[in-house]
């Protein structure tokens, strides 16, 4: 990790593993993998599990939803007096570990909005899928190679998913439409779960000291009859367009919270500050990462006459390679010439999706994916092809829906 700790470690409860930490990573933050402790929880208290249908929800809510200090202690309170549990041993123990899984400890600290050890156990998951103890190197070598391409594979798909679908966009705020471009599939639909919130929250402006502006953030909510407000501060610095919330998930996950999301919309900001998009969770942050290295999978998803174009361009590419290592100042020419050719090959990759995003405004199929989730699917790029008439054999998709006019005009309001 290049002397780099990590920003947070998770483990289950093992004493020696937090101990080890504490003085290998004394700058890491430890964290304790929920999964697990809900895990001992349901051994521990099976008797209140069985008895109280409602205790697993309670229970997962305190963990989860409180987002300061005082909102944590209330609930952990109600949950002890709610099921009669202010004597168990248990949880007396588990209370005194609340800085390690309580999500309201772990709000000022990134995790990419993890909460367990899921990250190594979905690895070893994995590696138990391809390989076995006994196996003799020959084997293992081949095992490797399908374990690698099978995780390409996968990460093809997700990004093929990416950049081929359109988001359903329900609210008329730009920055909905400038998410929805900047964000993987994945985290776009995270983003819209915090803009659907914002109806449910009101800005109240605090004060103002010449430097920085200080908001409330207010929603009532109901609970067992009795209506309470819960409030979130926000600092808003205009000088440099900073914002900073009292909840602190930005920090945490790298995304901004609906109260973050309301004072920008109040604002009438149209476009949000570049900084509260990470890169991390970009479409094209891994794009050309690996390409060199991953060309059985992309030869494997070229059509024929895609195929041919491969083929003529590797020919070319390998006469040029071979020339180019004849001696010191052909290959430093070469070299100088291949990247050159490369960055107008780039520039002009980007000019041409610039042109295919205004054109995906207009044009638009309705599509449904695997998960069952309504998207658009993006027409795709119809180019001439050498040797062909000016007509064009439909695909079964395009025939489908080639009657079909769909507006891709946004709707709604947040
Ligand atoms: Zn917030």
Redesign the pocket.
Known sequence: MEAKEPETVFTDQAQAIATAISEVLPNSHHRLCLWHIFQNAAKRLSQVFNEFKTFSKDFKKCVYYPETVEEFELEWQALLDDYGLGENTWLEGLYKLREKWAQVYARSHFCAGMTTSQRSESINKFLKKFFKRKLILREFVVQYDKAIADRREKKRLVETATMQTKRNLFCAWNVEYEASKFYTRKIFHYFQDELKKLVDWRLEFENDDGKTRKYKVVKLVTRNLETREIK?SVIYIPSTQSVS???R?FEFDGIL????LKLFRELEFSSLPSKYYLKRWSNDVTYGLDFDIDMEALKSNLDSSSMVQYSELSHIAQRIIVKGTRNDQSYTFVKSELLKLEEKVESRKNSEQRHAGTNDDIKSHNHENDDGENMRLCDPKIQKSVGRGKGRMKNALEAKHSNKKVSSKRKGTC
Do not use: P, Q
């Open positions: 979130r919330c009292s909840c998930k919270c609906a109260h973050a």
